[in-house]
């Protein structure tokens, strides 16, 4: 008998750990976090849920339990589970892997003509406006007023074709989600607010595709596109759950897909918590969304002057290293082999250990409490093999104390053998020294954000400087010290986890100037440029700083390259930023600068060429032979028609050389140069007695 409950405790207590070890260390972190709250919860009344994303073989079965599906893609959806269900979904043989995505924050004169805005607005080589028309952008973020004048017409109608807010509860939400309301009559949109938290979205969205007037000149890229905008279910503050991230992304593409329109979503926000390889569920579930006519522009983050960051390599001679931290530390450690870690607690006067873990147990949640004189510091602590990436995520969180005065952490790590990576929440923790000889100091690179700078197909976007200096409105001059053309100090370093180059390309991120949210100015007032009358209300426009201004500067690139090639793909889409990207001095690091700085209208002339879109007006009166060569050309014409003016432009559309031409004898050709030194694809504007074409020659 007493085999038998010895055999059925076993048996139980195998299943409860086979149930436990489909949670991620995140997900472990979260259910450790819930079981103390469920009584609480449980005694409003209310039905609470929490935010999950579930790695499942049939998302039917998860009815039964309550649990409401959201985005599904492949065998990844997005859940919203019953507070009290969620330390059984273990227990689901149909649920493989249960991850708690991480909450994602905001990042924060548009620069155009740095991207060649200008040339695109007096273009020689457009056979229309390129402005986004016919072409969706999509905005997930927080902070929107709806109504403001940059997402209107001149008459007031407004852009906006549907706007999704997640933390509304007086509406109807968008199927097939269960939460937030869905504007998308004018009506609903125009009167409809948000929350007054954050200015973040308005400004962001104002720069991707916000709209110009004469008297209002902060027109973004894509003025002319539509727009569908999604207010992020926050978490507290200005964070968001990656959950509803990922929802508003599908939201958007379903909602463009049924209008048959492409589009562009923009992604200014970001974790720095993850694998950094671009396996994370979030990340798997963004590229697999996107394919011809969708694709999502992110963020790189801003934490590229933050030592957030640590490396090693542990082999035969190198087990175990020393590094201090500042701050209360959230860890996450990612190694291709288990890891073993002592956290320690040092007095700061005298730099002795007041405390200590030891070697703390981690193939399952461990918790254990660290003394600060009368109080006590809890530690929790855990590790599973990843089913992503077959890396092991060590995840370590420090709780219960806000304020540790002078005192500090530090930490002991040994390994066996392989590649250790490890980021801490910055900027609230850095790894460092702390003085001491033989401790290692964090490094700034791998500091790229998780949910806009790492996925295999978003692009993601770092930051330059245009501007170091604006006159606000109440006469204060603000300054940045940044250096004009170089990458932004605070821009996040790449590369990937898995060598890949991130970021992308790099955009106008330094004093951007955009539409502010009318509800926060009175906190944004010593930052705001300009205020005008609109429709007989006043709309603000004022100043951020960030990848969050320098993603939506691309992801109104890719709305006008998308309006010429609307079935363009995420790869081609990167392609085209790569052989027209503007390259110079500040561009030569591939970790910091990716392949160089966005270039609009290059990149809309290569779509050109490459889909044998013919230049306006082209007539066989004036001829151009040959059209590639080693920069000589010669020009044939008829009697009835003589050329008196030849321009020479490059890609970019810069004037490079002016040509008055005498009148010559008929059907006699003119020998003309490319002026040296100028290689790649040029366009040869002619202007003749009786009207002016354009072709085009490459010069090898």
């Known amino acids: ?105 905001l990042l924060l004169d548009v620069a155009l003509p740095y991207i060649g805005y200008d040339q695109l607005l007096s273009s020689i080589y457009t056979p229309e406006p390129y402005l986004g028309k016919g072409v969706i952008v999509g905005i997930v973020d927080l902070g929107f007023q709806w109504d403001h004048a940059a997402f209107r017409n001149a008459d007031g109608s407004t852009r906006i074709i549907a706007a999704w807010n997640q933390n509304d509860k007086s509406g109807t939400p968008p199927e097939p989600y269960s939460y937030g309301s869905l504007y998308d009559t004018e009506e609903e949109i125009l009167n409809g607010q948000t929350e007054a938290i954050e200015t973040h979205a308005t400004h962001v969205t104002g720069i991707a595709a916000g709209s110009a007037y004469p008297d209002m000149p902060y027109g973004g890229v894509a003025r002319e596109a539509s727009l569908i905008l999604v207010e992020a279910q926050h978490a507290g503050g200005s964070s968001m759950y990656d959950e509803g991230i990922a929802d508003g992304v599908n939201f958007i593409f379903d909602y463009a897909e049924r209008l048959g329109m492409p589009c562009v979503i923009n992604l200014s926000i970001g974790n720095v918590l993850g694998p950094h390889d671009g396996t994370s569920a979030f990340d798997q579930m963004c590229d697999s969304l996107q394919g011809p006519g969708r694709l ?36 996450d450690a990612w190694s291709e082999e288990p890891v ?174 955009s539409a502010y949210n009318k509800m926060l100015i009175g906190n944004m007032f010593g930052m705001t440029t300009n205020e005008f009358v609109f429709h007989n209300d006043t709309t603000y426009y004022g100043l951020s700083s960030g990848t969050s201004m320098a993603a939506p500067i691309v992801t109104g690139t890719y709305a006008i390259w998308l309006q010429a090639k609307p079935d363009m793909t995420p790869e081609e889409a990167k392609e085209i930023l790569k052989l027209t990207a503007i390259k110079d001095e500040y561009t030569t690091h591939t970790e910091s600068a990716g392949h160089g700085k966005v270039n609009l209208y290059g990149g809309l002339c290569h779509i050109f060429d490459s889909s044998n879109i013919t230049s306006p007006a082209l007539d066989t009166n004036i001829q151009l032979y040959p059209t590639i060569g080693d920069g000589d050309f010669t020009l044939y014409y008829n009697e009835s028609e003589y050329p008196t003016q030849l321009r020479i432009y490059n890609a970019t559309g810069m004037l490079i050389g002016t040509y008055n031409i005498e009148k010559h004898p008929a059907n006699t050709p003119m020998q003309m140069t490319i002026p040296n030194g100028y290689k790649g694809i040029h366009y040869i504007q002619v202007t003749t007695n009786k009207g002016q074409y354009t072709h085009k020659y490459v010069s090898r």
């Open 340 to 513: 073993y870690i002592d956290l320690e607690f040092y007095h700061g006067h005298t730099d002795t250990v007041l405390d200590a873990t030891g070697w703390m147990p981690l193939d399952s949640l461990y918790e254990t409490t660290l003394n600060y004189f009368q109080r006590e510091i809890t530690v929790t602590a855990t590790s599973q093999l990843s089913p992503f990436n077959n890396k092991y995520n060590t995840q370590i969180v420090v709780s219960g104390i806000n304020n540790i005065g002078n005192c500090y952490f530090a930490m002991k790590v040994k390994g066996e053998k392989g590649r250790l990576d490890m980021w801490t929440n910055a900027p609230a923790t850095v790894f460092t020294t702390h003085g001491f000889d033989g401790w290692l100091h964090g490094d700034t690179l791998m500091t790229l954000n998780e949910t806009g700078g790492t996925g295999k197909r978003i692009t993601s976007v770092g930051a330059y400087t245009t501007d170091d200096s604006k006159l606000c409105i109440r006469g204060n001059n603000y300054t940045t010290g940044y250096e004009i053309n170089a990458v932004s100090p605070f821009s996040s370093l790449g590369h990937t986890a898995d060598g890949r180059i991130k970021p992308d390309i790099i955009a106008p991120g330094s004093l951007i100037t």
């Open 1 to 105: 008998m007493m085999k038998k409950i010895f055999f059925l405790l076993f048996v139980i207590c195998s299943t409860m750990s086979l149930a436990q070890g489909k949670y991620s260390p995140s997900a472990q972190q979260l259910l450790n976090k819930q079981t103390s709250n469920v009584q609480r919860m449980k005694a409003d009344g209310e039905e609470h849920y929490i935010h999950t994303t579930l790695q499942v073989s049939d998302t039917k079965v998860l009815e039964q339990y309550g649990i409401i599906v959201g985005t599904q893609v492949g065998d990844l959806a997005t859940a919203l589970v019953p507070v009290a269900m969620y330390d059984r979904l273990g227990e689901i043989p149909e649920i493989s892997f249960i991850d708690a995505g991480q909450t994602s924050h």
């Open 296 to 331: 999502i522009v992110g963020a790189m983050g801003n934490s590229g002057d933050e030592y957030y960051h640590l490396g090693y390599d542990f082999d035969e001679e190198h087990t175990e290293f020393h590094t201090g931290l500042t701050g209360i530390p959230i860890l």
